[in-house]
């Protein structure tokens, strides 16, 4: 059952030697159900940084167009966009490791990074690139806690996801817009409905078909992105007529919102989610081959519920399969750095600051070796997010560079002098540093180099 | 089409379990096996040029009527080296006359991927490398189509294919078995950190296979390698190694494309790196050189017009090259469809008449024998390859 170290390592950021181990299960959905620190202290840029751009941006655009402006004008604000833009992303992700570094427990942050997983979204234009996590942060960190419903509105409500699945190109076919309009050949994107179906809720394996994507996109249609970066309902752009998805049937008059929204509360509670998203949680947390009856009493506690995550978290927490002492699964590359610069104490404030003042430093400690170790923040490879299988990321050549990055990880800005790479050992890893790991710390020739032995071993890659 | 999502959605776990694959771990310090235990006797390098390559400034078709008057500042620099009286190379690629006046250099002009109108770099990209007709569903990203084609050749190891970039590329990522390297410094071990780190490693398979296979491919690369060269050099040097021995199908890329402004100085730099890739190659291949098809191709090609920076947009027909002495060179492939305002694809792209994927399917077939039916299902789902032209010996 419940071991401090496991909770730590496996349902947290990784142990540290200024943090101690969660003391139980209860105190972990306690903390969970608090205050959001790490959100207060390391904050991530709203998307009101970004929107002073979209006026000006627009209007020389349309200068250009009527042969106002020069082209290059266009260009060079772009580039400026661009340049102001990365920078905040850059402390997006300095942020978001640095809330796992400081984290109490990392219940929070993990939970957050799978369920930003689940909702993947890649910005997408001049104003969105770089908006993942201000997505993240308004959509999906607030609501780790809450009603999957909750979340799975503002989520798929959310700009950023609008439009990384087409739906801002999504008119309805026999809305009022394409019949005024029957020579810009309008109609739906199925994108979102799909994955809305596949990944987000029901599941590939539930019993939909092609009727129900399509159905679901044109119950979709109508959702769009405003100049100001907002979701915004157009009656004008949806489908008329009553849509009919798994069972759930709108209202003919398709004119408003609500329609959207009765529709994925209905998903949000339907059996075929509380499965989806019962075992992916345990396939995230505990095992590629979760245990049967795990899985189970997570989603007969979702249904039970009616979608309350903290409710399966618990039943997560409190069921033995939870607590296998193997460790089977692979910490992905964001996970992995955070657990390490976390065991090693470093400072987060040092990360932010670094991040802020010398980016340079940063493209070199973590976002260049995030993308060579196979996770390009911010750019997935898919709507269905990182793979969760281990093999797919100990590979030689991404192994080659977690070496690489573990070999320099002790003399990072923030990481404190550390005495000795046993003491690294303990701090990460407790009862769980093997007997050849704890030789070879003690046995390497430098400081670093043994330091990086404790990070490239496989019990501290592996959670 | 949907018969391949659902096979790709069975194999989900398979294909992961396919990097690591039982022949990784049953082949510690392989030296280069005898050619003649090798599926096949050709190679296919694949370069994915991203960025968007501008097909009609690096393939100038100065014969056209309507050519100039679409670029008057591109066409107006330094002279291009006229190739068969209507097209003409760009100045940057004149070391590789001679290869195209020994028929081992050849383009494919108007060609692009069934991907349109939404000019994505990302998507293009996907669209190419996976090899699909659209990215739709979410598994379409799961395998790219040079994998999909390792999967075919029988006795394929996991050397069988193999791809030099620091990231795993979609091309080449999927459940066959296959390598993956980058040219580096790899001093980042003492030896003695080195015996510790085995040793570390050594309790969990996983770890212990990868590593093994991580140590040796540093250390053919560290034997190999000249650091003072640049990178691409490395590339294409490390490159031949592997092709001379187990590897027959491999992948890179070169990037830089993305010509939006100031494109003569722009575009010098991706050239002399694809002129001196191809170049490099074939010194290091030597013999083998004559049993290797080189294809590049890019995402989708740039508009026809020049833009007010000096530059083009992203647009949808373009140009693909071959080169090697396995390939058809010394023509221009592709039915030409014509600059007039009237031919363009939306009125402003080169329009596209024909599908790379049907080229590089035909070269496949010829190389290595794989049927019709396997190129059309599982190499390149849904593609009809009839009419294509025969870009390789």
């Known amino acids: ?463 | 089409m949907q018969d391949f999502s659902r096979s790709a959605r069975l194999t989900r776990r398979t294909l992961l379990r396919g990097f690591t694959g039982c022949c990784l771990a049953a082949s510690p310090l392989v030296t280069p096996v005898t050619l003649a235990s090798a599926p096949s006797d050709h190679r296919l390098v694949v370069i994915v040029l991203r960025g968007a390559m501008d097909g009609l400034d690096v393939l100038r078709p100065v014969g056209d009527p309507d050519y100039a008057a679409l670029r008057p500042g591109l066409a107006a620099g330094p002279e291009a080296l006229p190739l068969d009286g209507f097209f003409a190379l760009h100045p940057e690629l004149a070391e590789l006359m001679p290869l195209w006046q020994a028929g081992q250099l050849g383009f494919a002009h108007a060609v692009s991927t069934p991907y349109r109108d939404k000019r994505s770099h990302f998507e293009g990209q996907d669209i190419l490398e996976a090899g699909l007709p659209a990215m739709e569903g979410a598994h379409s990203r799961d395998s790219g189509w040079l994998n999909r084609l390792a999967g075919l050749i029988p006795g394929a190891t996991a050397r069988t294919a193999f791809a030099v970039g620091r990231e795993s590329d979609l091309i080449l990522r999927g459940p066959a078995p296959a390598s993956n390297w980058y040219p580096q410094r790899a001093d980042t071990l003492s030896p003695q950190g080195k015996r510790l780190a085995e040793l570390v490693f050594h309790d969990d398979p996983l770890f212990r296979d990868q590593a093994a296979r991580m140590f040796e491919l540093a250390a053919e690369d560290a034997e190999s390698a000249d650091r003072s060269q640049p990178q691409h050099v490395q590339v294409a040097e490390y490159l031949s190694q592997q092709l001379l021995g187990e590897t027959r199908l491999a992948a890179f890329s070169i990037t830089g494309w993305d010509t939006h402004g100031g494109q003569e100085a722009a575009l010098k730099r991706p050239l002399k790196q694809l002129r001196e890739t191809i170049l490099h190659l074939q010194a290091g291949l030597g013999p083998v050189w004559d049993r290797t098809a080189i294809v590049a191709m890019t995402e989708f090609g740039r508009t026809a017009r020049e833009n007010g920076t000096k530059g083009t947009d992203h647009g949808t027909g373009g140009a693909m090259l071959m080169a090697g002495g396995a390939v058809r060179g010394g023509k221009v492939f592709g039915g030409w469809p014509g600059l007039d305002e009237a031919s363009l694809y939306d009125r402003r792209d080169l329009m596209p008449t024909g599908d790379v994927r049907a080229l590089a399917a035909g070269a496949i077939r010829t190389l290595y024998g794989t049927g019709a039916g396997d190129l059309e299902r599982t190499v390149f789902p849904g593609l009809d390859m009839g009419g294509a032209p025969q870009i390789v010996l």
Do not use: C
Not at chain 1, 19 to 25: K, M, V
Not at chain 1, 111 to 124: I, K, M, N, V
Not at chain 1, 335 to 353: C, E, I, M, N, Q
């Open chain 1, 1 to 463: 059952m419940f071991q401090p170290h496991l909770a730590a390592i496996r349902f947290g950021t990784g142990r540290s030697p200024v943090h101690p181990d969660p003391a139980s299960a209860q105190a972990m959905l306690d903390a969970l159900s608090g205050p959001d620190s790490g959100a207060a202290a390391f904050p991530v840029s709203p998307m009101d940084d970004v929107l002073p751009w979209v006026e000006p941006y627009r209007a020389l655009v349309k200068a250009r167009n009527q042969g106002d402006a020069d082209p290059q004008e266009v260009l060079d604000m772009l580039k400026e966009i661009r340049k102001s833009e990365r920078r905040h992303w850059l402390e997006g992700l300095a942020s978001t490791v640095s809330r796992g570094v400081a984290a109490d427990d990392g219940f929070r942050d993990r939970l957050t990074l799978f369920w930003a997983d689940h909702f993947t979204a890649a910005g997408r234009g001049a104003f969105l690139r770089n908006r993942v996590d201000t997505y993240v942060d308004a959509a999906i960190r607030p609501n780790v806690a809450g009603k999957f419903a909750d979340m799975l509105k503002a989520a798929e409500l959310h700009p950023v996801m609008l439009q990384y699945l087409n739906q801002n190109t999504s008119v309805g076919p026999g809305s009022k817009l394409a019949e005024n309009r029957p020579n810009r050949r309008l109609g739906l994107n199925e994108n979102l409905g799909r994955e809305l179906l596949e990944l987000h809720t029901v599941g590939v394996d539930a019993g939909y078909g092609q009727e129900d994507v399509r159905q679901m996109a044109e119950l979709l249609a109508g959702l769009n992105v405003t100049n100001e970066m907002e979701m915004v309902f157009q009656p004008g752009r949806a489908e008329p007529g009553a849509e009919h998805v798994l069972g759930f049937s709108s209202s003919p008059r398709r004119d408003q919102l609500q329609d959207i929204l009765n529709a994925l509360d209905y998903l949000a509670v339907h059996p075929d989610t509380a499965a989806h998203l019962s075992r992916k949680l345990a396939v995230h947390f505990v095992s590629d081959t979760p245990d049967e009856d795990l899985v189970a009493s997570m989603a007969a506690r979702y249904r039970e519920s009616g979608g309350d995550l903290m409710q399966v978290y618990d039943a997560m927490l409190s069921h033995p399969a939870a607590w296998a002492p193997e460790l089977q699964k692979i910490k992905r590359p964001v996970d992995y750095v955070t657990s390490a610069l976390r065991g090693l104490g470093a400072d987060p404030h040092a990360l932010v600051a670094t991040a802020r003042e010398t980016p340079r430093q940063t493209y070199r400690d973590l976002v260049n070796p995030l993308i060579f170790m196979g996770q390009r923040w911010g750019e997935p490879d898919g709507p269905n997010g990182w793979p969760e299988e281990g093999a797919a990321w100990i590979t030689a050549n991404a192994l080659a560079q977690r070496l690489k990055w573990a070999m320099r990880a002790s003399s990072m800005p923030g990481v404190p002098a550390m005495a000795e790479p046993l003491q690294l050992a303990e701090a990460a890893l407790g009862p769980l540093a093997g007997e050849r790991l704890r030789f070879a710390a003690g046995a390497a020739e430098t400081r670093g180099e043994g330091i990086g032995l404790v990070l490239i071993s496989p019990e501290f890659q592996r959670r």
